[in-house]
């Protein structure tokens, strides 16, 4: 295998506008996930008088994740809207404002809750545009939480990325740092078809939920976009792909030291975006390393993790030199009681197992 | 050597957390810089630095603190 230690980097190094060594003249503004969603918003809805949110708790409190942080004061209830407990009334007005050429960000507190208002959201959010022959758009974004790991059980603790990445007519992104929540919040908010927009709890940045230091990172003041559908090399390596999103990348990264001391070097690509996935990025990726594991903290069956996989597979332009490895979660309910959950969930640990038995030769 | 304190803006009576520190124990700052957010009774408050110089944190995220207490050194 190769050797090197050179090419390692740190996760945020890639995003760091002013990560100058010493002391700086100039003070260095690094928010958390929480509050780089709720700048992006405070500045769209300056910038379009057409933007709104809606959701639980996101007026007065500011978003139990604390995505609508000073909205309310500056904005006003006609545009930053507490809702009763009634995901299918809300999201379902989201889809008529949005066709009547609103462009209204709706929360979902939880993932968990998507079932009383699925419709609205894969039968008619997802299709307007294509049912209309492109004349009626859906510039929505429905942002959600999305991640287990501290003893919430199994109805507030799941990811289902898959569950959305599966249907045409939905883009779906999830940030893993705060320089990528706020541009791909902002092209969100500007894409004329529904996005939704996930965000993990556990690095959200709200301290009781725990936080990955590495998600909080310089974020510059000015309204930039993060393109929806383009992966990023975070981390680049020889001899592995590791392919992750959201918390994983974080995994991935903590993965990639733990093994650079063992001579492995590892590739970490964050995806960014879920759908569209960026396959060209990947493919080239595993092109170069020959080797591909994937993290998800999704469900393991039917999920991005075999989809990844299987556009690799497929494309027939590449010579994998081991089988194909995921990490997931396992096909069960997310337990409630911690040290049942945390066994169960991805780890670096974890990961760093399955991407040594990439190197164990095979009979 | 600089003491950062909890302000009495941000926390006056009673007792509220740091729920996030923005710097790592260590790391370099500089005057200004939000070092990290404060909840108190569910409002978020911004604990900035005093001082530039290296960071030593000495209370650690989601431990109760109230006013005036030392939660970190610049040096």
Known sequence: ?363 | MTDVRIPAEIIDEGEGVISVWLFRDGETVAAGDVLAEVMNEKAVAELVAPASGQLTILVSAEVPVKKDQLVARIT
């Open chain 1, 1 to 363: 295998m190769n050797v090197s230690a050179s090419t390692s980097r740190v996760a945020d190094a890639k995003h760091t506008e002013s990560t100058a060594q010493g002391v700086d003249a100039v003070p260095r503004r690094r928010l958390t996930i929480a509050k780089a969603i709720s700048e992006a918003l405070t500045q769209e809805m300056d910038r379009d008088p057409r933007v709104l949110v809606m959701g639980e708790d996101i007026g007065r409190l500011g978003g139990v994740f604390g995505t609508t942080q000073g909205l309310l004061a500056r904005f006003g209830p006609e545009r930053v809207r507490d809702t009763p407990i009634s995901e299918t009334a809300f999201i379902g007005a989201a889809v008529g404002l949005a066709a009547a050429g609103m462009r209204p960000v709706v929360e979902l507190m939880f993932v968990d809750f998507f079932g009383v208002c699925m419709d609205a959201i894969y039968n008619l959010a997802a299709k307007q545009s294509y049912f209309s022959g492109g004349r009626v758009a859906c510039p929505m974004v429905l942002m959600t939480s999305v991640g287990g790991g501290y003893g919430d059980a199994g109805q507030h603790s799941q990811c289902l990325y898959a569950s959305f990445a599966h249907l045409p007519g939905l883009k779906v992104v999830i940030p893993s740092n705060s320089h990528d929540a706020k541009g791909l919040m902002i092209a969100a908010i500007r894409d004329p078809n529904p996005v939704v927009f996930m965000y993990h709890k556990a690095l959200q940045g709200m301290g009781w939920l725990g936080t990955v230091q590495r998600s909080i990172v310089p974020v510059s003041d000015s309204d930039y976009v993060v393109p929806i559908g383009k992966a990023t090399t975070v981390r680049e390596g020889r001899d592995v792909t590791v392919v992750s999103w959201g918390l994983g990348v974080h995994q991935a990264v903590e993965c990639a030291d733990i093994l650079m001391k063992e001579g492995i070097d590892v590739e970490v690509l964050d995806l960014r975006t879920l759908a569209p996935l960026d396959r060209d990025a990947i493919l080239q990726s595993v092109q170069k390393t020959g080797r591909i594991v994937v993290v998800d903290d999704d469900y393991r069956s039917c999920g991005l993790a075999a989809e990844i996989i299987a556009s690799v597979c497929e494309s027939g332009r590449v010579a994998l030199r081991a089988p194909p490895c995921r990490v997931t979660f396992p096909d069960i309910p997310v337990p409630f009681a911690p040290q049942m959950e945390r066994p169960l969930l991805p780890s670096a640990v974890k990961l760093a197992e399955a991407v040594r038995a990439q190197f164990v030769s095979q009979p």
